[in-house]
């Protein structure tokens, strides 16, 4: 069996994968080489989780566009429902008018 860190995938005791330790590259002495494999994994990490992106996106934009629809046709609605209540606010004054005009007539 190999040794512990003799590039064995598998800890032989455990049965497990060693996991992967973060690298700060500011601070660590990196070779060019190993720069370009660190963006290469992220490039393709980045390209992994870009549809899964795009429709939460998409689906984000759906929902405020929804909303945006919503309190604008309500808006609609609620102006329409006014121009209702003046009607109904012309008809009192006309029936106070004329009641005026009884209560003032011979």
Aim: proline share 6%; no cysteine.
């Amino acid at each position: 069996m190999a040794a512990s860190g003799s590039g064995d995938p598998l800890d032989t005791k455990s049965g497990k994968a060693p996991m992967a330790q973060r690298i700060d590259p500011a601070r660590e002495k990196l070779t060019p080489a190993q720069l370009q494999f660190m963006q290469q994994v992220q490039l393709a990490q980045w390209q992994k989780t870009l549809p899964q992106r795009r429709t939460r996106n998409i689906v984000t934009g759906l929902g405020i566009g929804a909303l945006v629809l919503a309190i604008y046709g309500y808006t609609f609605y609620s102006v329409s429902q006014e121009r209702f209540l003046d009607e109904l606010e012309d008809e009192a004054k006309a029936a106070r008018a004329r009641a005026l005009a009884r209560a003032s007539g011979p």
